[in-house]
């Protein structure tokens, strides 16, 4: 069975430009979360799905930053327009509930 | 807001060593769970933990919920090589939302 795929692995942009991330979860999991990694710093929660409903989006920074879920697959993450202290890696996390989360390998996501 | 301590921040220890973390939190949570990352790789479930006092053990890894709800410690014992990396305690009160350590960098030398 394939795990939590994220695309792409390594982003690199430009201040100001759009980036979209990917998120495919584990085939049969409702739970999909967004958590990121800001450079020396803890992983933070920022959003989570249930099927294609935000459940909890108290961690988004601001409104940069735009997650979607059509039709409770896969998950977008777009960050428009991109600020440098955005870089960091993003990653993706599905669940069935009170299982345990398994997480993607991440995107890398640097804005120059 | 809820906040998790671990410590050490970093470890550098022989191979064959064991290896001992804990995880501290204001606050108290439902299941405790411990993480590992390697380089360029997200976080992977070691071990989860669903009741206090509970101790529970994966291999050569073994943890505990702390009786308050408001800690855990893991321990690794005959260190190797390949337990290389970051790990995170996280807990979570609701669904499989977790809240994250800062982690603990552990190095090891053969």
């Known amino acids: 069975e394939a795990g939590v795929t994220q695309f792409p692995s390594h982003s690199v942009i430009e201040k100001g430009q759009t980036v979209t991330l990917r998120c495919d979860p584990i085939s049969g999991h409702d739970n999909l979360y967004w958590y990121r990694r800001v450079m020396g710093k803890e992983i933070k929660f920022l959003l989570h799905f249930v099927k294609e409903s935000k459940q909890d989006e108290s961690g988004m920074p601001n409104n940069r930053f735009l997650a979607e879920r059509t039709g409770g697959t896969y998950s977008t993450l777009k960050v428009q327009p991109a600020e440098l202290e955005d870089s960091g890696v993003y990653f993706c996390?599905?669940?069935?509930?009170?299982?345990?989360?398994?997480f993607g390998q991440g995107t890398r996501l640097t804005v120059v | 807001g809820q906040q998790l301590n671990q410590s050490p921040q970093s470890m550098f220890i022989q191979e064959g060593e064991d290896v001992s973390m804990n995880c501290t939190s204001s606050?108290?949570?439902?299941?405790w769970l411990w993480y590992k990352q390697d380089p360029g790789e997200g976080p992977v479930l070691l071990i989860a933990l669903y009741k206090a006092g509970e101790l529970t053990s994966n291999g050569r890894l073994t943890a505990q919920f702390g009786i308050t709800r408001k800690d855990s410690f893991l321990n690794i014992s005959a260190s190797i090589p390949s337990d290389v990396g970051i790990y995170f305690c996280?807990?979570?009160?609701?669904?499989?939302?977790?809240?994250f350590g800062p982690g603990t960098s552990l190095s090891v030398i053969p």
């Open positions: 996280a807990g979570s009160t609701s669904y499989d939302k977790v809240i």
């Open positions: 996390a599905s669940s069935l509930r009170g299982l345990g989360a398994f």
């Open positions: 606050s108290i949570f439902n299941t």
